[in-house]
């Protein structure tokens, strides 16, 4: 008896042998009722699939950042209730490595991919990963930030409410000079937090600057904001500049944990105690903040929600739908702990 192949079904289905090909390997887009005759024709024949890829690929900028690797892993296991595999693969933002590493996977037959926080966060990244992922007609999925010209879902955390959520604290507090250490320019969460941060001084009554790129600040200034990378280091770097200020801030807000520990490091070798000189909020909530002294008041990104909406969205679009492009918000936490207290007299 001889082999049935594509061919075989493609007739029997009256369509293509590629059309054929996309659904068995759950790639492009095949309208419903041509799924489900290509399905049909599949059992009449008795076509046997073998290898059916159900592997989703996530990137993500380094596993050795606490909430990324939260965040894959909790992508994966949301994957794996939709009979969806995650492999995750890491490449630094806007580098080579990135197209290198989604062209290789592409090859082995990957089905969706889902960008967390990688090169979609960073403004005017190259168009070549997300092109190549549309020329091959493989889904995807942004967490953070969308490609630009490319339609494809997004879902992101409200920095500019989580810049809020932190002003009115400190503001309550008491507070009324209130730094921000943020991201470099040019990475969209970075710059949303700035936006948050400085519309909520200003809704309050505040002044509103920024560093001036060469780490000096305005003295005069309420509300000044350093842009640096994203590290320990240039939490203590952003942190002695800003309080090497005529004016010190009273409070210091951090675009990551990380960079707050830096400040609270910084704080310390100026003579200063956390939170009766300084109060210090962070962002991420991804480490066991209770356990450092102080135990540090964090902005929590809504991590498992995020993971829990993106797996039906990914499943829809590997069975051919097109979900809404929108890009989704999801609101972040306050969560208070000792390193904030009223501001000092």
Partial sequence: MAKVGIADVAQAAGVSEATVSRVINN???VAAG???AVEAALRTVGYARTNVSNVVLLVTPGLDEPFFARTSERIM????MHGLRGV???APVGGTQELDLVSAMVDAGIVATIFVSASNTLEGADPGVHRLLTREHIPFVCI?????????PVLSTNDALASQLAVEHLWGLGHRRIGLIAGPTGNRPSDRRVAGFRETMAALGAGTGD???DGTVDAAVYAPVVRIAYSMEGGVSAATTLLGAAEPPTAIIAASDEMALGAIRAARRAGLSIPGDLSVVGYDDALPLDFVDPP???????VDRLAAAVAPIVLAQVRGRHPDATELMFDPELIVRASTAPAPR
Avoid: E, H
């Fill in 27 to 29: 790639r492009g887009t």
């Fill in 144 to 152: 953070n930030g969308a490609f630009d010209q490319a339609d494809a």
């Fill in 211 to 213: 560093g001036t790129g």
């Fill in 34 to 36: 041509t799924r489900k």
């Fill in 77 to 80: 296991s949301a994957l794996g």
């Fill in 88 to 90: 995750v693969c890491s």
């Fill in 296 to 302: 540090l008041t964090s902005v929590r990104q809504p």
